[in-house]
């Protein structure tokens, strides 16, 4: 069964330091899609990035950057250089191929805040 | 112009009562979802339609139905209210079926009383 594991919670940062959001994922399926997604505290989700199990490079968008590793089932999120907008709730997400690619499996959340 | 839009952006009600909530997408997408946010902010699929067909309905009460008149809209009525059914609920759309990216509207926060 599909399952995705954010053991952080809470995270704290004081603004511009670099933080990483772990993510951890279970499939038996060797096809799957990985997303991350920001959820503000005015409360919409927005889409930061999707990434099929075929692409283990990884990518970095400004001071956003993923780190998709298929041997530890991890997809972790490091944001550099923290600023006070981007305290949110980050989720980390799984769709697999065998059950349906339409049934995104989202993982806790973690909440970070980043103090001035 | 917003891309996946919800009415109402607040929903308080009684319990049993039946309301509904709209959702409409201009991106041009074939598939549409509904999620539930619980108070932990924990995100569960409901429903998903492609073309207007149900192709993922999850253990939901039959007191949730979704209905879609187009590919375009994606509503859902809920009838007798619980106050459990309090929750922000999202609608989603995507360009089609098969691990593509899920767009979301802005949320609906229903409260039951």
């Known amino acids: 069964a599909q399952k995705v594991t954010q053991a952080q919670t809470e995270i704290s940062v004081v603004e511009k330091e670099d933080v990483t959001l772990d993510c951890v994922y279970e499939?038996?399926?060797?096809?799957?899609?990985l997303f991350w997604y920001k959820q503000p505290p005015s409360g919409e989700l927005v889409f930061l990035i999707r990434?099929?199990?075929?692409?283990?490079q990884n990518e970095i968008s400004g001071r956003y950057s993923w780190n998709f590793q298929k041997s530890t089932s991890s997809f972790n999120f490091t944001i550099t250089a923290s600023q006070v907008v981007d305290s949110a709730v980050y989720f980390c997400?799984?769709?697999?191929?065998?059950?349906?690619?339409?049934?995104?499996?989202f993982g806790p959340g973690t909440s970070l805040s980043v103090i001035p | 112009d917003t891309a996946v839009s919800q009415t109402p952006k607040y929903l308080v009600t009684q319990m049993g009562n039946d309301k509904s909530i709209k959702c409409e997408q201009n991106l041009g997408h074939d598939t549409m979802y509904w999620y539930k946010q619980d108070s932990k902010k924990f995100l569960k699929i409901m429903f998903s339609?492609?073309?207007?067909?149900?192709?993922i309905n999850e253990t939901v009460p039959n007191r949730f139905s979704p209905k879609s008149p187009d590919k375009a809209h994606l509503n859902l009525h809920i009838n007798s209210l619980e106050l459990g059914d309090s929750a922000v609920y999202f609608c989603a759309s995507s360009r089609t079926s098969g691990g593509l990216t899920q767009y979301f509207g802005p949320g609906t926060r229903l409260t039951v009383l």
């Open positions: 499939t038996r399926d060797t096809t799957y899609y």
């Open positions: 990434r099929n199990s075929f692409d283990e």
């Open positions: 339609y492609n073309n207007k067909e149900l192709i």
């Open positions: 997400a799984l769709s697999e191929a065998v059950t349906s690619y339409d049934k995104v499996i």
